[in-house]
Nanobody
Framework: QVQLVESGGGSVQAGGSLTLSCAAT????????MGWFRQAPGQGREGVAS???????TYADSVKGRFTISADNAKNTLFLRMDNLKSEDTTIYYC????????????????????WGRGTQVTVSS
């Protein structure tokens, strides 16, 4: 059974930094994409950053140059380093991973993902 558990969320002032972590257990796919998404109340789930098994990455325009996605395959952990945080980054962040099918590269499309974490709250105060 695959489980994704996020951690590292919290409150920070604008301009500050946070690093989110996502620990994956029971995940055994060698070809995959993993990603970070966020969803504000009443809005759809937005892809923030993604990485595939070859280390290729992609980012939403809104976070390019500020957020960095990385993975520690030995520890089955996904990270999202968030720098220069803005108030509009405030929301719940979710970790996701593809299943038996993967898109063949990093993807910001939520429909490509099978497994989801429960989310971690990030609050940025101005």
């Amino acid at each position: 059974q695959v489980q994704l558990v996020e951690s590292g969320g919290g409150s920070v002032q604008a301009g500050g930094s946070l690093t989110l972590s996502c620990a994956a257990t029971g995940y055994k796919y060698s070809r995959y994409s993993m990603g970070w998404f966020r969803q504000a109340p009443g809005q759809g789930r937005e892809g923030v950053a993604s990485i595939d098994n070859d280390g290729r990455t992609t980012y939403a325009d809104s976070v390019k140059g500020r957020f960095t996605i990385s993975a520690d395959n030995a520890k089955n952990t996904l990270f999202l380093r968030m720098d220069n945080l803005k108030s509009e980054d405030t929301t719940i962040y979710y970790c996701a991973a593809t299943g038996a099918w993967s898109p063949g590269g990093p993807s910001l499309r939520s429909t490509h993902y099978t497994f989801w974490g429960r989310g971690t709250q990030v609050t940025v105060s101005s």
